[in-house]
């Protein structure tokens, strides 16, 4: 009977093992169709709109760009869709691309070679943002936004939007000439969402805006509270032991994503701090090899960089 358990148990977990495997449609003599853009095109813009039509099974796909020198100069994961907006650097360039799920790949399309020039007319080219990255989180009070320089620019426009209160444009900014802009803290005054937008303008062109979002959060986290073991509880030495504790709801404008940092210590102090633990979650498994009296403690941080007070210490003891 027991073997017959066994075989039973083991059948189960190589079911379970090999399901993706099984479910995913093999796509590896799969070939995918280049849409754009086409043999030989000339590309008068700065960006690159790669497009392919679909095939059935692939959940990703895979974009790969050569140089002249067959250099890869892009190698992009993308999720399930088929297509893809990449800047690039007059030149000649080749590419090509496949499908991919869990299980399989296809071939790569054949390459395909293209041409980008430069073009002093910016209606359908776009300016290449750098920093801040998209859905920055951040308590700063000064924040610089940067962009690549579009040669045929002749000067740059800035508008900045406050999405929380109702897209309101709260800075516009002309003639500028570098690739930076420092927002200071009277443009950043309120905890908001915020979207920084820039376009290229010059004496007979302009682009369209580029624009990324970010946030401004400046309200530190609540004080955890400490849940389980309960404070003054005894535990066994090298059985797990699960920490929990509670956190009282953000009441800040903007709610970042909070990470836990949890310390161990053997002092009231934590003058001596004997394990620090990390976690996204409201708790935490440990266990103790040593036996003694020891101390735990939680503060969160958030993903703008704000930090609550450590809850208030419960004390164990390890027998």
């Known amino acids: 009977m027991k073997t017959i358990s066994k075989i039973i148990l083991l059948a189960t977990t190589m079911i379970l093992f090999s399901c993706e495997d099984i479910l995913e449609e093999d796509i590896t003599n799969d070939t995918i169709q280049t849409v754009s853009p086409i043999e030989k095109d000339t590309i008068s ?28 100069v892009l190698d992009s994961l993308v999720g399930n869709k088929v297509s893809l907006t990449h800047p690039f650097l007059p030149g000649t360039y080749k590419w090509r691309v496949r499908g991919e799920n869990a299980g399989y790949q296809s071939v790569y399309s054949f390459p395909v070679g293209f041409t980008v020039v430069q073009s002093n007319d910016l209606t359908n ?37 406050n999405v929380t209160a109702g897209q ?58 400490n849940s389980l073991p309960a404070n003054n509880s005894t535990q066994t030495v090298n059985q797990p032991i699960a920490f929990t504790w509670t956190m009282p709801s953000d009441a800040g404008t903007i709610q970042s994503q909070i990470n836990y940092t949890i310390e161990f210590s053997n002092t009231t102090t934590f003058a001596t701090i004997l394990q620090t633990s990390t976690s996204a979650t409201t708790m935490i498994q440990q266990s103790f090899a040593n036996a003694g009296d ?16 450590y809850s208030t210490a419960f004390k164990f003891t390890i027998n």
């Not at 960006?47 to 250099?71: C, D, M």
């Not at 776009?126 to 320089?149: A, E, F, K, M, R």
Request: glycine share 2%.
């Open 45 to 72: 813009s700065n960006v690159v709109n790669f497009q392919w039509n679909i095939i059935k099974g692939a959940t990703n796909y895979r974009v790969q760009v050569f140089n002249e020198n067959l250099a890869v």
């Open 125 to 161: 080219q776009q300016v290449v943002l750098s920093n801040p990255i998209s859905g920055l989180y951040t308590n700063s009070t000064s924040l610089i936004c940067t962009w690549q320089d579009l040669i045929p620019a002749d000067y740059y426009e800035l508008e900045l939007v």
């Open 168 to 225: 309101t444009i709260i800075l516009q900014q002309s003639n500028i000439t570098s690739t930076s802009v420092t927002l200071n803290n009277a443009n950043l005054a309120q905890d908001a969402e915020y979207l920084w937008k820039i376009k290229a303008v010059n004496a007979t062109s302009q682009s369209v805006f580029s624009n990324r979002n970010f946030f401004i959060d400046r309200v530190n986290p609540n004080q955890p509270q």
């Open 294 to 309: 020891y101390y735990w403690r939680v503060k969160a941080v958030d993903a703008a960089s704000n930090v609550s007070t």
